[in-house]
């Protein structure tokens, strides 16, 4: 069993910048993957980046040039997220595959003036 808890959400203007964490707990040993998805009202979850063990990130096309995906432990992940735009407002989740998928319970990121 893996535990995931984002933190780091919240409201922010147009142009700025946001750091999203995931501490992972249990049998972090197990983790090959990690990364983050969102989910916007009224529409689909997506990949936005994920990284894996060894440290290749893959990045959404949405999100290419402007969100940093890094690991910096055996059980922690960020996401940077600079330039947010309003469509990045969603709900982004913490995910890893240890032998089967895991989430976290979201935090919620919001882009407004």
């Known amino acids: 069993q893996v535990h995931l808890v984002e933190s780091g959400g919240g409201l922010v203007q147009p142009g700025g910048s946001l750091r999203l964490s995931c501490a992972a707990s249990?049998?972090?040993?197990?983790?090959?993957?990690m990364g983050w998805y969102r989910q916007a009202p009224g529409k689909q979850r997506e990949r936005v980046a994920r990284i894996l063990n060894g440290g290749s990130p893959n990045y959404a096309d949405s999100v290419k040039g402007r969100f940093t995906i890094s690991r910096d432990s055996a059980n922690t992940v960020y996401l940077k997220m600079n330039s947010l735009k309003p469509e990045d407002t969603a709900d982004y989740y913490c995910w890893c595959n240890a032998g089967r998928d895991y989430w976290g319970q979201g935090t919620q990121v919001t882009v407004s003036s």
């Open positions: 249990g049998n972090i040993f197990s983790i090959n993957v």
